[in-house]
């Protein structure tokens, strides 16, 4: 716990701050954390896009997403302070794997019945779908931030540096949700291509528990999401123009 707290002492000296917003290296390393932030949670955006369209209006879609940040926020918060330990909760992410793949197979399960293919947190019934929605990004965020901030660890130990780097990059990545969600307000098609992406990132997410250990390069992930939403685009307007 003293280490913990120990941590967290130059977050709060105002000289340092003074320092880090006078430091063009410091700087540096910021942004550089914010791309990483962007380029890591990129499959965490496509998660979050397809789980909003669960909601029945645009307005509580961003409420939503909104209500997501803040909690991010508090997670990453403490969430740096314990990164060290963070590499021991590898059964988050086989429970956000799990999860993932439930959403997506329920989804096409859902779909062929002719049924509106979205799912949601089951055990939490009693809940208004907008909570239920609320919790599941929530949920999301945690599974999908352990490797983001063992990342950003092994860029810098200050926590001003790191905090600053990982709220903006946050922050980034919701209005890359946003974006996406848009776009599946007019190419309808894209939702299903999101459902196909969360069952590979499923399988992503659980091959890098320590057990596995084997780590798909964001890069090459960045590429197939590309992939696919330039095909669903593609014969959405071959289907159109047969219309």
């Known amino acids: 716990m003293n280490n913990f707290l120990t941590f967290y002492e130059p977050f709060f000296d105002w000289n340092n701050w003074i320092a880090v917003f006078n430091s063009k290296q410091d700087w540096i390393i910021i942004i550089s954390l914010i791309i990483l932030e962007c380029m890591m949670s990129l499959d965490n955006a496509v998660v979050l896009a397809a789980q909003t369209k669960i909601l029945p209006d645009k307005h509580e879609q961003e409420k939503s997403l909104l209500y997501g940040l803040f ?17 021991q909760f590898w059964i988050i992410k086989v429970i956000g794997a799990i999860y993932l793949l439930y959403l ?20 939490l019934k009693k809940l208004s779908l907008f909570w239920r929605v609320v919790i599941s990004i929530e949920l999301m965020d945690i599974a999908f931030s352990v490797d983001s901030v063992l990342a950003s660890l092994a860029l810098s130990e200050n926590p001003i540096i790191l905090i ?30 999101a459902y196909i992406l969360i069952f590979f990132i499923a399988i992503k997410l659980f091959l890098t528990i320590p057990f596995i250990g084997i780590e798909i390069p964001s890069y090459l992930f960045l590429i197939f999401t590309i992939l696919v939403f330039v095909i669903t685009i593609v014969l959405h307007l071959i289907n159109n123009k047969k219309v």
Do not use: C, Q, W
Request: aromatic share 8%; net charge positive; no cysteine.
């Open 164 to 193: 600053l780097g990982g709220l903006i990059g946050i922050l980034a990545m919701r209005l890359i949700a946003e974006v996406i969600s848009s776009i599946m307000n007019k190419i309808p098609e894209l939702i299903s291509a």
């Open 71 to 87: 909690g991010a926020y508090i997670f990453r918060f403490i969430a740096i302070g314990i990164g060290s330990y963070l590499i």
């Open 104 to 123: 997506s197979i329920s989804f096409f399960i859902k779909a062929t019945d002719g049924k509106n293919g979205h799912s949601h947190l089951p055990a």
